[in-house]
């Protein structure tokens, strides 16, 4: 089976074969995959590092010759790289054999990994700092920090260990269902002086309370998400 890997920013991956078509998630910077089926214009992708699969443009990739290295990641917001006379620009998470990304600082937790998205306008499917969703959101803050987690809020529900909310922990994951039950929702606690908040991306990257009901808007003065359990990765 042949492999592809995306040499641009971030590339959208779709649900149809089709520019019309919703964007389900997107593919960053040296993200390797296998082709699954190749048209014209479109190709049929599974992603290496999480399984996922969906269509792109046929002119946003390249073959490969083998898979990436997912320790090679970018942990900055954003990092400018030069090549070729010139500088490209790559988002946390991009994959490259030619960027090593410093020694890890101890003191800088996820959490403050995660506070570098607020006011990232929401995005479905965007995993980067110009648009992202809830879940790719956690998946590529978790990356940075060395963590891999698959790409669906229902998928990272079902890694890790749950917790008590009285035993949650900086960085646990919240996870939030409808009324039917499904997991539609998730974001990364924060727990600092006996308060219990949640950084998630709801219309934007923000901070907001949480309690065991769920999510508490203090602009709205709602509730916006129903809490369904809490995870630790």
């Known amino acids: 089976m042949n492999i592809g890997i995306v040499s641009l920013a971030a590339v959208p991956m779709r649900k149809e074969p089709s520019d019309r078509a919703e964007m389900v998630n997107q593919i960053l910077f040296g993200e390797t995959f296998d082709v699954l089926e190749e048209q014209e214009k479109w ?6 590092h999480d399984a996922y699969q969906g269509w792109i ?9 083998g898979i990436a290295d997912v320790r090679n990641c970018n942990t900055a917001l954003f990092e400018v790289i030069p090549e070729n006379g010139r500088d490209r620009i790559l988002p946390m998470g991009a994959l490259s054999s030619e960027y090593f990304p410093a020694e890890t600082d101890p003191l800088h937790s996820l959490v403050d990994t995660a506070r570098l998205f607020l006011d990232t ?4 499917g ?3 700092f110009m648009g992202i969703d809830c879940s790719g959101f956690t998946q590529v803050v978790f990356r940075a920090r060395g963590k891999y987690i698959l790409r669906d809020a ?3 529900a079902e890694q890790g260990e749950r917790v008590e909310l009285g ?4 960085g646990d994951l919240a996870f939030f269902s ?3 039950g499904r997991i539609i929702h998730v974001g990364i606690l924060m727990v600092e002086d006996g308060e219990t908040r949640i950084i998630h991306a709801s219309g934007k990257v923000r901070i907001d309370r949480l309690d065991k009901e769920g999510i508490y808007n203090e602009d709205t003065a709602s509730y916006s998400h129903q ?7």
């Open 43 to 48: 190709t049929l992708v599974q992603l290496h």
């Open 57 to 65: 443009d046929r002119k946003q990739w390249d073959y490969a010759s």
């Open 121 to 124: 306008p929401y995005l479905w």
């Open 126 to 128: 965007g995993r980067t």
């Open 154 to 156: 229902y998928q990272q």
């Open 167 to 170: 035993d949650a922990a900086n």
């Open 178 to 180: 409808n009324s039917s």
């Open 227 to 233: 809490l369904h359990h809490l995870q630790r990765i």
